[in-house]
């Protein structure tokens, strides 16, 4: 039982004409503009979903891939070696006035699928400029991150491995966005919050937090104990409840908080938290202590009432687990009148929670790089 939070990936970008701006001084550093300048079209224009291609043909051009975020993916990886590129280049000059024209004439451009004014926005989506390199291989990295994250959940009913895999692999993308991209993006322009250290390391606790659930799944349906699947649920909340913090501190990094990406962390929360309690209250059962049981379901029911989230799909999930979990409290309580007579603890009572377990941990991202010397008039 999960709830899920799409469209991280609907991100929007003005393509980029880097021939136009950046003055080359041989003919090979022209073509590998023109190709960042084609490869950045390429995404452009597949992630607003204006380009006339068909579905054959992209799947063609795509070597046989029929998936969207499968195919925006290769693209990515065709763009973001060369990206890295430039970006080493020109950091090698940051501090050279010509340079720092030419970054500020790129106009380098993109949404945000965060803030509540780009769901507003009465003419498309607002768009945030900001006058860096490090702006356009952040947003760039966090859109691979996304969709990546969207490709774990197409595959989760039929993959789970595979599906919890690529929730690590995600999670390695937005931890090296934090650490290595955005923590050097210039704070002088304003910016989306998708381009914070803070919110990338919200997303990689999040997919760190998916990934366990996954694993947490999987382990259920390989016939694994109550006991179990209790600490890999109370994981799941503790990677919630971590990125949570965070999110609170990422308020003061940016004004536009997003709001529902925090109600979906606190949502999560509660659900795992309440399912870590039904396989707990099962071991407890099994071991004569049902009066202990009793009190955890009433507070996991209570809890998870007070808790009920904004979004209709999340809460269709909610009402499923509260119905399981009252049906369970309904069967202990008339099990425990009628034959058991065990006393039932106030909440203040109740014995701590075993201790939870975390067992994914994120994949490294390592960028590729090409090799390539590109040379400016300076």
């Known amino acids: 039982m999960m709830i899920s939070y799409p469209g991280l990936s609907k991100l929007r970008t003005k393509p980029v004409l880097y021939e136009n701006v950046f003055s080359a001084s041989d003919s ?51 763009y973001l070696p060369l990206l890295e590129n430039l970006v080493h280049h020109i950091n090698s000059n940051c501090k050279n006035r010509q340079v720092i024209c030419w970054i500020s004439n790129l106009k380098i451009r993109w949404s945000s699928v965060l803030t509540p004014s780009s769901i507003f926005h009465l003419h498309g989506p607002k768009f945030y400029q900001v006058d860096d390199m490090y702006f356009e291989l952040g947003m760039t990295l966090f859109l691979y991150g996304a ?61 760190l937090a998916e990934a366990q659930a996954v694993t947490a799944k999987k382990a ?43 109600d979906f962390m606190l949502s999560c929360k509660t659900l795992h938290e309440s399912m870590s309690y039904k396989y707990l209250v099962q071991g407890l059962k099994s071991d004569g202590k049902i009066g202990i049981a009793i009190g955890y379901l009433r507070w996991a029911v209570a809890n998870a009432k007070k808790s009920v989230p904004k979004d209709e799909s999340w809460r269709l999930v909610y009402k499923q687990l509260i119905d399981e979990l009252s049906g369970l409290l309904q069967k202990y309580e008339h099990e425990n009148e009628f034959v058991w007579h065990e006393k039932v603890p106030f909440n203040d009572e109740l014995p701590p929670l075993q201790q939870a377990v975390r067992i994914v941990s994120l994949i490294p991202y390592q960028p590729q790089k090409w090799e390539r010397t590109l040379v400016f008039k300076l």
């Open 147 to 207: 969709l990546i994250r969207e490709q774990a959940l197409e595959v989760l009913s039929s993959d789970m491995v595979q599906s919890a895999t690529l929730f690590r692999k995600a999670a390695g993308v937005y931890s090296y966005l934090a650490q290595q991209v955005f923590n050097n993006l210039s704070r002088t322009q304003e910016r989306p919050p998708e381009a914070t250290p803070s919110v990338s390391f919200v997303m990689s606790l999040i997919c």
């Open 28 to 78: 090979g550093t022209l073509e590998q503009l023109k190709e960042l300048s084609s490869k950045c079209k390429a995404i452009a224009d597949s992630i607003k979903e204006s380009s006339f291609i068909t579905e054959a043909i992209a799947r063609e051009m795509s070597s046989g891939l029929t998936s969207r975020s499968e195919q925006d993916i290769q693209k990515l990886e065709c």
């Open 220 to 262: 259920e349906e390989n016939g694994n104990t109550g006991c179990l699947l209790a600490k890999l649920h109370c994981g799941v909340k503790e990677f919630m409840v971590e990125a949570i913090n965070i999110l609170q501190v990422a308020t003061k990094e940016c004004k536009d908080v997003p709001s529902r990406l925090l």
